[in-house]
């Protein structure tokens, strides 16, 4: 049954909306309560808050309530390989409230020679008229001179804690360990974040330049390019620097196999300051889906994406990752290019497959099935991993990724029973295939409020092209 629709006093706009009887879900609690939401904020959490407070009246009886989903991990028309990833600021966006996801923070990626600032400017431009949810950004630094330097330690003021930096893509976003060190210097000074993309981009070049030498032109090779000694290599670089450098904090990007994993570990273990991250298709492919079909061998390229798919055993340390708290954070790495117009521009080579997958609407779902529902994590820890560290890691917390009073009402109300296929023909993404196509799953985000607006109903759109607002963050909480 929906939830229901009990009372609606006034047909204006409504400022308070009181949430009956739900199961609450935060990252330290699981209550049942009712929630008061008046205009942007949440008002008042209780046991039985009377009706007459209300303008709508919500009963979500065997329903969960979950704050928001926040993805920090995405890649909205960027361009890459010659072409822009396919969803922008709106569709992105609506897709993601769709599935639940109500905040992220997304790639801006600084332009050899741009400065910073600049380099952000655009990015907002980007974003400006058609962000329909909250957004921020990291910095990605491509092209290190002192002014950059000097810039990184601006970045604060600006709204952005965070900045990336590439080991790999050799030629186009990478950066060598000079840049790599420096930059983890100054940003440990200026509360920034330092977040690295390990993989070893030197080694992984000349085994593509082999590969291709020798005829090898199939997507499968995109894998056997990159192997996962050579993301352990990187992550256990990147460790060693950081370290080096007076123990910056550093955050590892979509960690995908075993051996990075425990370079993590055993950094965290000595009471480093390391923080992984994974992501959801991570759980659900292996290396085998890069060969395709039968009918169409080229179809592997739908799940060309960096680091690649792993090996089952991959996928279960993932597991014990995020159970253990190694890796904290699950997001999407959304960077979505359609199959048939842009995949296609590596049908002659797989190294000229544009990287990245979508999944910025399927995230909450694809984990609540592979982690929620197999008795791996708790509700609870599934709020943790998708809003409450996310928030806490990117200085949202508290005004995001929990629900207690005062924080924003960015708030999903969950059904946990509805069964569901996923597929590309019922999802919002811009994007000509899904990666989960045809899978049954369990649970769907049934009602989505942004800032106290409801902005999805079931599957009606309610949100606002322009509605979103740019978040500036604060430092890190570090856990
Ligand atoms: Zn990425």
């Not at 929630?35 to 065997?62: C, F, N, P, S, Y």
């Not at 050899?112 to 980007?126: C, D, I, P, Q, V």
């Not at 996962?228 to 992550?235: D, G, Q, R, S, V």
């Not at 061998?297 to 708290?325: M, T, Y």
Request: proline share 4%; aromatic share 8%.
């Amino acid at each position: 049954m929906e939830s229901q629709v009990l009372e609606r006093k006034s047909s204006t706009i409504m400022s308070k909306t009181l949430i009956k009887k739900a199961r609450l879900i935060t990252a330290s609690d699981d209550t049942r309560a009712d929630l008061l939401i008046d205009g942007e904020k949440i008002a008042a959490i209780g046991m039985d808050i009377d009706a007459r407070t209300a303008d709508v009246v919500i009963d979500a009886t065997d329903k969960l309530l979950l704050p928001g989903g926040i993805d920090n991990h995405t890649h909205l028309d960027m361009p890459f390989g010659g072409t822009v990833s396919s969803d922008d600021f709106f569709t992105g966006h609506r897709a993601a409230l769709f599935g639940g996801t109500t905040s992220h923070v997304d790639f801006c990626i600084q332009p050899k020679g741009h400065t910073l600032r600049r380099s952000l400017e655009m990015w907002r431009a980007k974003a400006d008229g058609k962000a329909a949810m909250d957004y921020g950004f990291h910095v990605a630094i491509t092209d290190l001179t002192d002014a950059v330097m000097e810039e990184i330690r601006d970045l604060p003021s600006m709204g952005v804690t965070s900045i990336k930096l590439f080991m790999a893509y050799k030629g186009a976003l990478q950066v060598d360990d000079t840049t790599l060190f420096k930059c983890m210097r100054v940003a440990k000074e200026s509360g920034v974040l330092t977040m690295v993309h390990a993989e070893n981009g030197d080694a992984i070049d000349i085994l593509i330049k082999d590969a291709l030498a020798a005829g090898h032109t199939t997507p499968d090779w995109h894998e056997r390019t990159r192997p996962p000694e050579l993301e352990a290599e990187a992550t256990n670089r990147a460790i060693a620097l950081a370290r080096a450098a007076g123990d910056a904090p550093l955050f590892i990007v979509h960690v995908t196999n075993e051996e990075a994993l425990n370079a993590i570990s055993r950094a965290r273990a000595r009471g480093q300051r390391t923080y992984g991250e994974t992501c959801v298709q991570y759980f659900y492919f292996t290396r085998n889906n890069l060969n395709g079909s039968r009918n169409d061998p080229f179809e592997g390229a739908k799940w060309v994406c960096s680091p690649p798919f792993r090996e089952h055993n991959d996928q279960v340390a993932l597991l014990r990752g995020i159970r253990l708290g190694d890796l904290m954070i699950v997001s999407t790495d959304h960077c979505p290019f359609n199959y048939k117009t842009q995949k296609i521009l590596g049908a002659e080579s797989f190294a000229a497959i544009p990287n990245g997958v979508p999944g910025i609407e399927d995230r909450l779902v694809m984990l609540w099935n592979a982690a929620v529902l197999t008795g791996h994590i708790s509700p609870s820890k599934f709020v943790e991993l998708t809003a409450t560290n996310p928030a806490k890691m990117f200085g949202l917390y508290p005004r995001k990724g929990t629900l207690s009073v005062g924080s924003d009402a960015d708030i999903v109300i969950w059904d946990p029973v509805v069964r569901h296929t996923v597929s590309a023909a019922t999802s919002h993404m811009n994007i000509d295939y899904n990666l989960y196509e045809g899978m049954q799953v369990t649970g769907k985000a049934e009602k989505v409020f942004l800032r106290g607006s409801l902005v999805v109903d079931g599957t009606s759109w309610q949100g606002t092209r322009g509605g979103g607002r740019f978040m500036a963050r604060a430092s890190a909480l570090l856990a």
